[in-house]
């Protein structure tokens, strides 16, 4: 068994001191050679609610999940946004992008993932619409899906998320995306390209980030994001550059500095982030 417990805070434009931005603590317990459980929880300022907590069965390539889930659609995992040089996380990611929903959210259901030959899959059935404490699903009727393959150094996914059970409405929100990563010494990039569609009409967005480790600096990355989403409000773009800085195993600070334009207020300014991170 094994525990992680970690903070994060900030100091940004129109703020007075270090704030605490959220706490995450998570407990993975092996039960058997093929079996584990996972329970994980999100605790805010003002609010409390559950991440990740399912249970796994693990056979060779081959994971079934199933219980509260972070589904995998493109970059979906805790570690691809909170362990960079970038502290907030896409706005494509984070922004409503039809009405009642947004890719940041938990789904119930179970999902598999698996080899086969060059392709790495992940399909799930989930429930999209789910409470703050939610483990399982009232309703699972949507598939979500992954595909993954290599080319060298770069890798290439598709996503996509629809219903597939019981008849569709106006209000069901069907959702596409492609991803790519780059891995080179010192180097990583990576993009994301994602789009909606519901009662007629799209939304969606894309962004593109890439982190650099000096030669003999290990624990200090650079990064920048450029990125722009459409939504029914309007076109925002935004650009941010960031300094993440490992100070020890259990503390880091990252750096941002952002701007933007479009319709909807852009963020902008310097933002400071202090984590803190602790195992047993």
Known sequence: MDVTIENYSLIKPGTAGLRERLAWAQ???????????????LLFPHSNTLDENFVKYTNGNTQVRGGRLRSAFGFSSWSDFYYNAIIAMPLVRTSRL???????RFDTGADVRTIVGPVEVQAGLVDTN???WTLTPDHANYGVARVQTNVGPLIVGASALSRVVGAKTDDDTDAYGLDFRWTADHIQARAEIIRTFSDGDWAGGWYADCFYRPPGFYRTQ??????????????????TAGLRQVLT????????????????????????????????
């Open 27 to 41: 407990l993975n317990a092996r039960l058997t050679p093929h079996w584990s459980a996972t329970s994980t929880i």
């Open 98 to 104: 039809n009405d009642y929903f947004g890719l940041s």
């Open 130 to 132: 789910n409470g703050k």
């Open 222 to 239: 650079l990064g920048v994001r450029v990125e722009g989403v459409a939504l029914e409000k309007g076109v925002q773009q935004q650009y």
């Open 249 to 280: 195993p259990y503390l880091a600070a990252t750096l941002n500095y952002a701007f933007g334009s479009g319709n909807s207020r852009p963020k902008s300014g310097w933002t400071l982030e202090i984590s803190t991170s602790l195992h047993f």
